[in-house]
């Protein structure tokens, strides 16, 4: 017998074999299918009406992201303004981007505290604890400085920023710290120290006013040089680990945007920064930690038995080049993006000329904290760490009357005491960290 399909659908083109019976069955198929293709027709009705809800419940979400967003809108221009108030004659508006980190946390409270006007950015990420970040924040805001939570890498946010204020000089410390985490996540220091840096200098070359630029590059840029004292005149072309080669192209870099764009910019050199409110990444923070709870802790020396030595420079001291920096930084020449004449470009070491060696640093906190350290001499391991740091500050000095005035003895006495307060530690207890 024919099957269904053969009936409707012959093997014959153009030929149908018709009775009274099939006649009757194709009508009530005809009849289906049209019923089937109103349905299908109601269908597509009903899926175009549903992605038209979609799209604009979707167009709904995204404008209260963008308004309930950690920055824009009214308020929050609001709150910016306000914190880039200039209150001292011939004061300066600057952003400072990594705020809530160490250096910039000091540099924005004493910039605000001789008047200028200050607005912080910080994208408050995990490399260490976050919630040191957030204490420095709150401190910030306790002092009327608003800091902004998002990323250098952001352009839209950078260029909103530069919309609401006329930002006169901008202070550049956000970056990927640390030498050995390098050989972890390679991709975050090109990410922050590279991509980060382009991404702000285009926002500060299209800004109008062009803003002054001060930015943190490193010590580190002196790799494996071995003439000491380290000076900017030095060859900077063997770096030891990629942090200090991220930071050797950003010399590279800025030095581009002075030099096409009319841009004014000052490097730092910064020698192994310490203090309240540090890095739990420095040796000096570890050591403190691990020698109030009673651990081992890791001492490197170099080659043939040689101690390691660092040229320690207080957070106080950096604070005054910070400062001096941007008060003689110059002013940008471009506008509009478009260069009109040349711009000042600068690079300065910033240390503290007595370098101190590891064990040393050790023997001083044990006194400040009455503990007796454990310790573990090894080698140093190849992880791009350098045998000593020694800063020439002469061309700081003679610049801006740079001079540090805080040996580590003194140093370390005042970071063991907030250390204590900070962690709420008491004698015969273990740090709440």
Known sequence: MPSLEDELFPSTPGKFKIDRAHHTMNRQFHRCFASTSTMFLWALFLIALTASYLSFQSFVDSGSRYFS????????EKQVRNSAQIHRSGGMSVLVTGAAG??????SLALKKRGDGVVGLDNFNSYYDPSLKKARKSM??????FVVEGDVNDGRLLDKLFDVVAFTHVMHLAAQAGVRYAMENPGSYVHSNIAGLVTLLEACKSANPQPSIVWASSSSVYGLNDKVPFSESDRTDRPASLYAATKKAGEEITHTYNHIYGLS????????????????????????????QGKPITVYRGKNRVDLARDFTYIDDIVKGCLGSLDTSGKSTGSGGKKKGPAPYRIFNLGNTSPVTVPTLVDILERHLKVKAKRNIVDMPGNGDVPFTHANISLARREFGYKPTTDLQTGLKKFVRWYLSYYGYNRGSKPVN
């Open 265 to 292: 910019i000052t490097g730092l050199r910064f020698f192994t920064v310490y203090g309240p409110w540090g890095r739990p990444d420095m040796a000096y923070f570890s050591f403190t930690r691990n020698i109030l």
């Open 69 to 76: 967003a950690s920055w824009g809108g009214i308020q929050w």
């Open 102 to 107: 160490f250096v910039g946390t000091h540099v």
């Open 140 to 145: 910030l805001n306790g002092h009327g400085i």
